[in-house]
T-cell receptor, first 112, second 113 residues
Framework: KAGVTQTPRYLIKTRGQQVTLSCSPI?????VSWYQQTPGQGLQFLFE???????NKGNFPGRFSGRQFSNSRSEMNVSTLELGDSALYLC???????????FGPGTRLTVT | GESVGLHLPTLSVQEGDNSIINCAYS??????FIWYKQESGKGPQFIID?????DKRQGQRVTVLLNKTVKHLSLQIAATQPGDSAVYFC????????????FGAGTRLFVKA
C-alpha cells in the first residue's frame, strides 16, 4: 500500500506570494491533518479534515487555509507569505478520526 | 501556533541497553496518546499508541506507560539499537468534535555502538 505523498517536496517563494501544497493520503484513509514543523516551535497542528469538512483548526492566522476533496486528497494554502512561514509542512492521514496517523515526507517551504 | 515546550532534550544510551523517554502532556481531557519517531529528512513514523482507559501497552521492543494522575507518558525501548537513533515525539489528542493532536517538543536519542 502506498504511503502518504506530498507535492512538491521543496519550494522557494518570495514574501507576499501565495503557495498551495498538496497531500494524497493512504488509500482508504479519510482523515487528513496538516502540521507545521520548525526548529524553534516544533510540530504544530494546523488543521484536520474529515469527509471534506474542516473539523478542527490550530492557532494559525487566517492566511493558512485548506480543503479536502471527495477522494480525501487535501490541499493547504498560505497567502501573503512571510519569512516566518519557512518550515517543513507535514501532512498525515488516518483511517478514521482519532486513530494513528501516518505522515508524508513533508514539503520544505523556504520564503525569501 | 500551539506547541508543548521548546527545549529538545537529548538521551544518549549504549547499544543493547534499555531506553526510557519521558513526556509530560498538558491536557487532562486528552484521551489518545501516540509516540512517533522522526529520522532526519523524513516525516514522523508511528511507533505505538495508547488510549486513556489503559495504563500500559506493549509492542515489539517498545512499551508505553500512561500515568493520568500526573499527566505523564513514557516510551521504553528494549535492547536499543543504532537504528533507533532519532527524535522521538509524544503526542496527545483530544476529541473536541474534531481531533486536535498536540506534539511534545521531542527527545533526541543517540545510540552509541
Amino acid at each position: 500500500k502506498a504511503g502518504v505523498t506530498q507535492t512538491p517536496r521543496y519550494l522557494i517563494k518570495t514574501r507576499g506570494q501565495q503557495v498551495t501544497l498538496s497531500c494524497s493520503p493512504i488509500s482508504g484513509h479519510r482523515s487528513v491533518s496538516w502540521y507545521q514543523q520548525t526548529p524553534g516551535q516544533g510540530l504544530q497542528f494546523l488543521f484536520e479534515y474529515f469527509s471534506e469538512t474542516q473539523r478542527n483548526k490550530g492557532n494559525f492566522p487566517g492566511r493558512f487555509s485548506g480543503r479536502q476533496f471527495s477522494n480525501s486528497r487535501s490541499e493547504m494554502n498560505v497567502s501573503t507569505l512571510e519569512l516566518g512561514d519557512s518550515a517543513l509542512y507535514l501532512c498525515a492521514s488516518s483511517r478514521l478520526q482519532g486513530t494513528e496517523q501516518y505522515f508524508g515526507p513533508g514539503t520544505r517551504l523556504t520564503v525569501t | 501556533g500551539e506547541s508543548v515546550g521548546l527545549h529538545l532534550p537529548t538521551l544518549s544510551v549504549q547499544e543493547g541497553d534499555n531506553s526510557i523517554i519521558n513526556c509530560a502532556y498538558s491536557n487532562s481531557a486528552s484521551d489518545y496518546f501516540i509516540w512517533y519517531k522522526q529520522e532526519s529528512g523524513k516525516g514522523p513514523q508511528f511507533i505505538i499508541d495508547i488510549r486513556s482507559n489503559m495504563d500500559k501497552r506493549q509492542g515489539q521492543r517498545v512499551t508505553v506507560l500512561l500515568n493520568k494522575t500526573v499527566k505523564h507518558l513514557s516510551l521504553q525501548i528494549a535492547a536499543t539499537q543504532p537504528g533507533d537513533s532519532a527524535v522521538y515525539f509524544c503526542a496527545e489528542t483530544e476529541n473536541t468534535g474534531g481531533f486536535k493532536t498536540i506534539f511534545g517538543a521531542g527527545t533526541r536519542l543517540f545510540v552509541k555502538a
